[in-house]
């Protein structure tokens, strides 16, 4: 009875701090199913002291709440500290604040060398610009993520320690074939993607080099709650256009193809295949492809808004991207769960109620 009161004490206390917003953020953002997880993986992150970087990315805070819920329903000793540099959503903060076994840290790791003193069993490098927009304006920034901070990151992980790397599909630019993680892209340091492109390959070698024990995720179009309002990736912008605005503009060609991935799932493969297995390169992908004019009509019928075509092409996008995630849903046992459809209805009522 004695923790029940302290408990009831501890809720109080919290609904007090956090907004009717923010809790509904919260519920919204909390996606995890641990049932989607088995014991044996659920076990493997046990006793584990975790780093994520980028933990205020889409990747990084979902990330965050998994570790959140083991600690939590499984009541598993987990030690997790998040990285994050610009902005780290307050209602987070607010959630975690608590959390003795959760702590944050404001680094920006474009602009200076790691020199942590803690080791980890695990590291997860969710750090970047996925946003085609970014990585383009902030190309030096970029180069750095991707080496300088991998290699600074490499010197913090255990001696039998596992780093996990978001790496990206964008790496088979150029290719047109159906491409598996045996692959590669054919462009030039001339592509105007190159800085995200050639940095990305040089993360991927160096851990394959010089690690002894790494998993590198090759990362395609994740959408879902967790994304931020400056979010410049194309479904995003559609979403916030359909709130913001009288008319959802787009710009470019709604035959263009694409495979989007909702976090949720995402997440479930990271973790299951992160539990099973070492030194592999998998995608993480949707394998289902959907032109962008249907995904822009599904959105007109959720916000109840008219589409205004604009011609344009973002510069140096593909028109089409093939990339098969069969190595992984074979290696793991995974069926994707959540289709396009319902992936947009939660990211557009994260994003709505993020706004208002």
């Not at 907004?19 to 641990?34: A, F, G, P, R, W």
């Not at 975790?50 to 990084?60: A, E, F, N, P, W």
């Not at 032109?291 to 973002?314: A, E, P, Q, R, W």
């Not at 995974?334 to 109620?353: F, H």
Request: hydrophobic share 40%; proline share 1%.
């Amino acid at each position: 009875n004695l923790i029940k009161i302290v408990l009831l004490k501890e809720l109080i206390i919290f609904f007090n701090y956090m907004t009717k917003k923010e809790l509904k953020l919260l519920n919204i953002l909390s996606l995890v199913d641990l049932k989607k997880i088995n014991k044996s993986e659920i076990n493997y992150f046990k006793n584990k002291k975790v780093l994520i970087t980028g933990v205020s990315g889409i990747i990084g805070i979902n990330l965050l709440f998994f570790f959140n819920a083991l600690i939590d329903q499984k009541k598993i000793k987990i030690n997790v500290d998040g990285i994050y540099n610009t902005s780290l959503f307050s209602f987070i903060k607010s959630f975690f604040r608590k959390k003795k076994f959760i702590k944050f840290k404001k680094i920006d790791l474009t602009k200076k060398n790691l020199n942590l003193k803690n080791k980890y069993d695990l590291i997860f490098h969710c750090a970047g610009y996925g946003q085609p927009n970014k990585f383009i304006r902030y190309a030096n920034s970029t180069y750095k993520l991707n080496s300088i901070t991998v290699m600074d990151l490499l010197k913090n992980l255990k001696n039998n320690g596992k780093f996990i790397y978001m790496s990206t599909t964008e790496i088979y630019s150029g290719n047109k074939n159906l491409c598996n993680e045996n692959d590669i892209g054919n462009t030039t340091p001339q592509h105007p993607r190159s800085s995200y492109i050639e940095s990305k390959k040089f993360g991927e070698s160096y851990l394959i080099n010089s690690s002894k024990n790494f998993i590198i995720y090759r990362v395609c179009l994740v959408f879902g709650p967790g994304a931020k309002l400056d979010d410049e990736r194309i479904l995003n912008l559609l979403l916030l256009r359909s709130i913001k605005k009288n008319q959802i503009d787009i710009y470019g060609g709604l035959n263009q193809v694409r495979s989007n991935l909702f976090i949720s799932d995402a997440i479930n493969m990271i973790i299951k295949s992160t539990a099973k297995f070492k030194n592999e390169i998998f995608n993480i992908n949707n394998h289902k492809m959907t032109t962008l004019g249907k995904t822009v009509k599904i959105i007109s019928k959720l916000s109840d808004k008219k589409i205004k075509n604009h011609k344009g092409f973002l510069k140096g996008s593909p028109n089409i991207i093939r990339i098969s995630n069969k190595k992984i849903l074979k290696a793991i046992n995974y069926k994707i769960l959540i289709d396009l459809k319902r992936g947009l209805l939660r990211t557009y009522d994260w994003y709505k109620n993020l706004i208002i």
